[in-house]
């Protein structure tokens, strides 16, 4: 069996929706946090893939998570990451997390209700910011807010991306209770546009999204480290506007992922609002976010 890197569809850091390891974070915290990137985005391409069985993706995916253990050495990706967090003395956990999320991407295809794909959430994105949260030594006390940011995050590449992943690998993260509320099935997402019953359904969706988003806001006042405050920050900022974008726009038919102009705006003025309530917060040691 080959490295499962040959596998990679060729997406990296740079076209994410939200930075990853940007120039806002220390740069001594930059390659851990690449490493860990390099290892998921291995794990996801091979969960994604349109044409690999599904038991030759659980067995890669249980390859990696060996490589990562030490187990065996076949998966440069998970040898990597494992001398990373060796060096640091950071716990698997996190990166087994998302494997798991992958593993139920290949066998899981539709989700219940809300909480289903909340619970999802939990294994598929809130370990990639408690992650980082581990790399730069933060309390524990911030995962709450982590995780209702890291859950919105998944939730809008969800709801901009439904189309494809029922399109390319019958897969729908769109809550089947939701679809039902709206007199509709997982079959609207094959149309060339959404019909109105689908776009309320998809804006029902990001509103409780938006949600998610107030929960999340204090979070970038709650850190220690300024950079991270500031990447938090500015990751809070594009992910409202999307939200935004996503109560206005069909995701069948219509752009709603950022230009690259767009994200740099958007979150440049995320990042000015994170140093500047990081600041503030320095300067009133008794405020309720001091640390």
Known sequence: ???????????????????????LIARRH???IL????????????????SLPAEEKLARLDRLEASLLGSNDDEPQG????????????????????????????TKLRYADWDDLIDYC????????????????ESRATWPANDALCAALQIINHLQDCANDFRALNRAYIPEDALRAHGIGV???????????????????ARRTARLLDESRPFASMLHDTRLAMEVSAIQKLAERLVATLLVRDPLSERVHLRKSQMLATGAAGAALGLWRSLFARKAPSS???G
Request: hydrophobic share 45%; with cysteine.
């Open 35 to 50: 490493s860990f990137y390099e290892f998921v985005r291995v794990a996801d391409d091979i969960a994604d893939h349109p």
């Open 288 to 290: 309720a976010f001091a």
């Open 79 to 106: 040898v990597h990451l494992r001398n990373v967090l060796a060096e640091r003395s950071l716990s698997p956990v996190h990166a087994q997390h998302l494997l798991r999320a992958f593993r139920q991407d290949v």
């Open 30 to 32: 930059r390659p851990a």
């Open 122 to 137: 939990r294994y598929s994105a809130m370990p990639v910011g408690r992650y980082v949260l581990d790399v730069h030594g």
């Open 187 to 205: 079959e609207a997402l094959a149309g060339s546009h959404a019909s109105p019953a689908l776009i309320r359904c998809l804006q029902d969706l």
């Open 1 to 23: 069996m080959k490295e499962s890197a040959a596998l990679r569809s060729g997406k990296g850091a740079g076209d994410e929706n939200f930075p990853v390891a940007s120039l």
